[in-house]
């Protein structure tokens, strides 16, 4: 027994020798080749400033860094953050450390201290009891800081500076209401801007809980110097404007749409249910679920069997989303004919657009149409915006309806 256990390990302990020797040296070839890609690039561009010399270095730097700050807002009880914080007294919200100011003796904290622009922005976070976040200024609803989406009802604030739990009441039954002390009268802009957070704010699901910090790019919220090495480099987190949600090609009331699904803030009977309104919660189209923006546009049965038969009309196997925010994320290479990649891009916003189309009309006028019709119709609306722009060159309905392949991949 004894022997077979003392094999047993010494065999082991081979291995283990045999694997380490195998690590260091995978390691150390990694090492070298990186090391010549480096010399090389730097050899080939004459100078030392390549991108990948320095951008690439920095950018690690960085993210090393970031490290340090989410350690301090996560670490509360560590001696050394204490120690820290006794020095350089910590932020409002009870996270940061305070930006030191003293000339001397503050070198490296300072340095780290630098990076919080860059480390804020990857970050989010989620409302409890609202007393650490910052209505305006800091990023928890939607992508960017409120007073960056909203800038025009921002200026007018009188609150500029509160808190998320100062611009929160109570009613007598529990229910949130927002109170965001504006002025009276608004002129159109900064009217239609308060619409738009309005429906934000009202989807809005709070618990009474303290507010939470979560990074952005991680699905688990928690900070990893990969994800946040790559959101700098890629030089910060896609936003809406930038994934093209309010494209000229398309109209702005379907724009605005877009951008509530984007949000999970569109009409749907879940998120009317949490604005406090009494309804029967079911999906119209498929009558089998609840209705969700993410179940009505993408998940329902109905809905899937539409984005199915578009996905092999353009010849593509997806994997799906599990958010139709994702879908708008997903970004659009270019892989099509030029006409193709037009009818791409613009596909999710004609689908999610019919499809909201044809639940209102089961919802409201109890009318339905099947599967084919909804994708001729979707077919009409990228005809109908992309037709004027002379994207689609001539290209008539019946083309689209009967050649819609040969459309996509004419080379
Ligand atoms: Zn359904």
Redesign the pocket.
Known sequence: MDEEQGQATSEDSINKVNMRMEYLSLVKLEDIQRHQKMKDQWVGEGERNSAFYHGSLRDINTALMCKWLWRFSNEEGAYWRCKMAEKYKVDYNGWDSKIPYQPFGTGLWKGICTNMKAFKEGLTARIGNGRKVKFWSDQWLGENPLKESFKELYKVSRKQNALVADMMQTDGNGRVLWDLDLPRRLSDQEAREFSQLSFLLETYELNGNEDTRLCRGERNGKFSVKSCYEVIHKGGIPNFTEIGIWDQLIPTKISFFIWLVYHNAAPTQDNLAKRGMVVVNR?Y?????G?TVD??LLH????NEIWTSFLAEFGIRWAFQNQVKEVFEEGISSIFAEHGNYLWRLLPYAICWVLWKERNERYFNDKEKGVDKIIMEIKAQLLYWLGPSKKLGGIRFENLLLDWRRIVCKM
């Open positions: 999906c189209l498929c009558c089998a679920d209705e179940h009505l329902c049965s109905f809905a």
